[in-house]
Nanobody
């Protein structure tokens, strides 16, 4: 089974920064797509960013100029660098890896931005 382990969630003040990490149990090259989603209280899960096998990224408009996805292939780890955080960014953040039409999800990590 594919395992994804997230870390880095924390409580941070408005305007602060965090870096989330997601470490996979196997090489990132084994996946066609990688990304991050989030679920805020009382809301459905929504896209944060995805990155395809060609390196093309797709950011939600709400985070486009503030968040950045990156990867360290040697560590099997995907990162989400978040800056200029806002209270509306408060959510549980999940990483996802996809291959052969199957999505694998991490357990989620809580990000709370105080107002």
């Amino acid at each position: 089974q594919v395992q994804l382990v997230e870390s880095g969630g924390n409580l941070v003040q408005t305007g602060g920064s965090l870096r989330l990490s997601c470490t996979a149990s196997e090489s990132l090259f084994r996946f066609n797509g990688l990304g991050w989603y989030r679920r805020a209280p009382g809301k459905q899960r929504e896209l944060v960013v995805t990155i395809g096998s060609t390196g093309r990224t797709n950011y939600a408009d709400s985070v486009k100029d503030r968040f950045a996805i990156s990867r360290d292939n040697a560590k099997n780890t995907v990162y989400l660098q978040m800056s200029s955080l806002k209270p509306e960014d408060t959510a549980v953040y999940y990483c996802v890896a996809s291959r052969f039409g199957v999505d694998y999800w991490g357990q989620g990590t809580q990000v709370t931005v105080s107002s």
